[in-house]
Structures are given as C-alpha cells and as structure tokens.
C-alpha cells in the first residue's frame, strides 16, 4: 500500500466503510503531515498540473489525454495506442459507408447510417463502452486520434503526466492525482465501481482531485458541505 497523507486515507476510508459496513476489515491510517489534499472542487488550472489522472474507462482516458495535450504537457498513457488507432480507422470506415470492412465485429454491423446515428444517440445503448469510444474520436477527430502515437510520449519518466484508466493504474502511485470515474453516481451497493473508486483514490500521495457526480439516494457522491 502506498504512502498517503492522512486526508487521502480519510477519502478512501469512506468508500471502505461502504464495502465493509460492519467495519470487520482494515482501514488506513495516513502518514506524514496532514498537508496532503482531496478537492472536489477545481479548475481547469488545477488539473494541468496533477501527475496523473486515473479513469473508469478508455473514453475518458482518451478525452483527458487530448485536454493535456491541448495545454502542452507531455503526455504518456497506458492505453493501446494500436487498439485506438485501429477503432479510429474502423469509425472513418463506417462513416464513409464501408462498414463491412472494419476491423470490429460490432462496427461492422452498422452498413445503415441511420442505425449508427441511432446508436451514437441512445442514451443506454448495446457495448456502451465501445459507443463512448467513438464518441471520443468523433469529438476529437479520426485524423487527431490515428496520429495520436506521435503526439504522446512512451517514457513515463519524461512525461508531465500519465494518463491511465484505473485497471492499468494498479500498482503505480504518483503526488497528484486527477480521478474520473465519469458522470453517474456510483451507488452505494455497487461493490465494483466502489473497489475501482477505491483503487483511484489510493494512486495519489499528496493531492487528489475528484468531483464526483451529484448523488441521487442512496449513491456515493459530493460530501455534504
């Protein structure tokens, strides 16, 4: 387990209390002084300078390595950069109408536009994850994203920043921490997201930045004031 300052354990005890309500199981105790930060409030200024930001899933890895990048940092990500590129090609594919020739099984279904533009739209579509990809890359751009390998730098040691989602974040610790783990409140019962919340938050020494979502009942979200 990393060294953290007590305000980040304090953070990450709370989603452990929703784990393990009878309090059966270990909590942290932070170390050093009580400098370390969470804020779940902050500025676009603020995030431009964390050493990491840790996401629930490829699509927001994606759009926080383009926001780095926009503000000139060096960037290094553990995403498959191939993988992305390859999704890239299949999404020009499929808007040019030639879907039967992408790589992914999924996108090569979608030979109707109106189809595709259906599910680009839906609000809790099929292969979600995939969906929100390719919103990514439509935002961006497919010529930004096929290129994107260029752009990023493959030493982490000669990075700003590393942006990684919170699977491949496993293991590594940095001093500042940007945590996304996307727009919905996690539910208090949701166990999953809950391990994943808890594995974000401990990637961080000194500082983590995490605005979650307004809960709805009964959801882990923003601390009462």
Sequence with gaps: MPSLRPPIAAEANKVL?????????????????????????Y????????????????ARVIEHIMLQLAAGRRVHSTIDIVALERLARDVELVEDGRAEEA?????????????????????DPENEELRDQVLAVLKYGVS????LAQALVGDPS????????????????????????????????DDEQLRLLYVAL?????????????????AYG????
Excluded at 222 to 225: K, N, Q, V
């Design 103 to 123: 790589k992914d099984t999924v996108l090569q279904g979608f030979t109707d536009l109106a189809l595709w533009n259906d599910w680009l739209d839906e609000e």
């Design 17 to 41: 209390d929703l784990l393990d309500p009878a309090r059966t199981g270990i909590r942290l105790v932070g170390i050093g002084p009580e400098g370390g930060q969470v804020h779940h409030q």
């Design 222 to 225: 923003r601390p009462a004031a």
């Design 144 to 147: 930004a994203i096929k290129t």
């Design 202 to 218: 401990t990637r961080a020494r000194h500082q983590v930045l995490w605005a979650p979502p307004e809960p709805k009942n009964g």
């Design 43 to 58: 500025s676009d200024s603020d995030s431009h300078v964390v050493t990491a930001v840790v996401c629930r899933t490829n």
């Design 158 to 189: 000669g990075a700003d920043v590393t942006v990684s989602t919170v699977h491949k974040a496993k293991g590594g610790t940095w001093d500042r921490v940007l945590v996304d783990m996307g727009d919905v409140p996690i539910d208090d019962d």
